[in-house]
Nanobody, 121 residues
Framework: QVHLTESGGGVVQAGGSLRLSCSAG???????VGWFRHRPGKEREFVGS????????RFADSVKGRWTISRDNAKNSVYLQMDRLRPDDTAVYYC???????????????WGQGTQVTVSS
């Protein structure tokens, strides 16, 4: 029902920055948007989320203080600004949409295809 596309991934050196975009083909205003990542050899994990209006965000401890999330509902887009990247941030990053402000995978029924982020040491 909601079609999402992540973009902005790439290869950067440790300490660098990337901004990921999550764009929808439909209006995004009814949805909480969460970011998750799948690091090599690990389970998919919560990164952060933003509420429907962009008023409140939450983050995993691993990225808190380094990254921010913003949204532009007029553009049907949500952004993940990743600063001070570290090699262990290397992962495929996914955005998902849901109806509640949650850090749990099962609360996000719609997903994009993911975008690869590689951080070199």
């Amino acid at each position: 029902q909601v079609h999402l596309t992540e973009s902005g991934g790439g290869v950067v050196q440790a300490g660098g920055s990337l901004r990921l975009s999550c764009s929808a083909g439909e209006f995004l205003t009814p949805y909480v948007v969460g970011w998750f990542r799948h690091r090599p050899g690990k389970e998919r994990e919560f990164v952060g989320s933003i509420d429907k209006t962009g008023t409140v965000t939450r983050f995993a401890d691993s990225v808190k203080g380094r990254w921010t999330i913003s949204r532009d509902n007029a553009k049907n887009s949500v952004y993940l600004q990743m600063d001070r990247l570290r090699p262990d941030d290397t992962a495929v990053y996914y955005c998902g949409t849901g109806g509640s402000f949650s850090p749990f995978l099962q609360d996000y029924p719609y997903w994009g295809q993911g975008t690869q982020v590689t951080v070199s040491s």
